[in-house]
């Protein structure tokens, strides 16, 4: 996260504090969105999945998002990532959003070396990697199980990292507990808006860019070749069909790969772990 940028959004909430104009009205004079002080509710995004994070929301925002992405992630106290809202206003962020990282490893990917692969779901800092599955609160590092028709590759790591989040992300979904609301909220604040950061182009332009095609041309690509991983690709459009019926969306993030060292490091120690991901979830 760049040193200034920070500094300059505290500097602006001194000035508005010090101005006699209302906060809301300072705002609106300087041309800056109006929004609720402090973490609000967003709720569901308009349309889902597309790639995060959406031009028309943050093409104006002070915060420069689309050039700095690190601002666009804010650490709450329970240690959980949450969308920082447009306003540019450093303490306000989306109290109903949760974001995921995940990552898939794959030692010797694309040669007959390739006899294994990991995954890691990343939740939040300094959270446990667990191990059984019994934890809500907790990282997920786990392998990929073996299977007779299709090798193990980073991708299809990747995909099996994105479908566990989504499938873990369901207890946030009905219960909340991703943020301490206080007097903020009337019940536990639902997820309402799921984001999935990863570093893997394949899995962000794959799920928003290419999907419908695909499957509207037989799942086969442009060239004429069938689409590999097509029941993982059919899995994750399935469960982000799901979350849009509940009204929950699901926005896919492509990163640097240095802003998801976290779950690149889950899935490199999921290499040699005995939780395995399954039809079912984890064992």
């Not at 980073?154 to 099996?160: D, F, G, M, P």
């Amino acid at each position: 996260m760049s040193g200034s940028r920070p500094s300059q959004l505290l500097q602006r909430e001194r000035e508005y504090a010090e101005d006699p104009r209302p906060a809301k009205q300072a705002r609106r004079e300087e041309g800056q969105m109006e929004v609720s002080q402090g973490p609000h509710k967003a709720g569901m995004p308009s349309s889902t999945p597309r790639s995060f994070p959406d031009a028309d929301e943050y093409i104006n925002s002070p915060i420069k998002a689309l050039t700095n992405p690190s601002m666009l992630e804010v650490v709450n106290e329970l240690g959980f990532h949450q969308v920082r809202c447009p306003s540019g206003v450093i303490s306000e962020f989306h109290l109903d959003s949760l974001i995921i990282a995940v990552d898939g490893a794959c030692p010797g990917n694309g040669s007959p070396k390739a006899t294994r692969s990991g995954g890691g779901i990343y939740f939040g800092d300094g959270m446990p990697t667990n191990t059984t599955c019994c934890d809500y609160k907790s990282n997920l590092a786990f392998s990929v199980p073996d299977h007779p028709k299709y090798p193990h590759t980073s991708q299809r790591a990747e995909l099996h990292a994105a479908i566990g989040a989504l499938i873990k992300a369901r207890f946030y979904v009905k219960h909340g507990r991703q943020y301490r609301c206080g007097d903020k909220c009337a019940k536990p604040c639902a997820v309402k808006h799921i984001v999935l950061k990863t570093d893997s182009a394949y899995l962000v332009d794959g799920i928003t860019r290419h999907i419908q095609s695909w499957r509207y041309n037989g799942w086969r690509k442009s060239n004429g070749k069938e689409v590999r991983n097509r029941w993982l690709w059919a899995w994750l459009e399935g469960l982000v069909e799901e979350y849009k019926a509940e009204g929950v969306g699901v926005d896919f993030w492509k990163v640097p790969r240095e802003l998801n060292r976290e779950a690149d490091k889950l899935a490199n120690i999921g290499l040699g772990m005995g939780l395995t991901r399954t039809m079912k979830g984890f064992k």
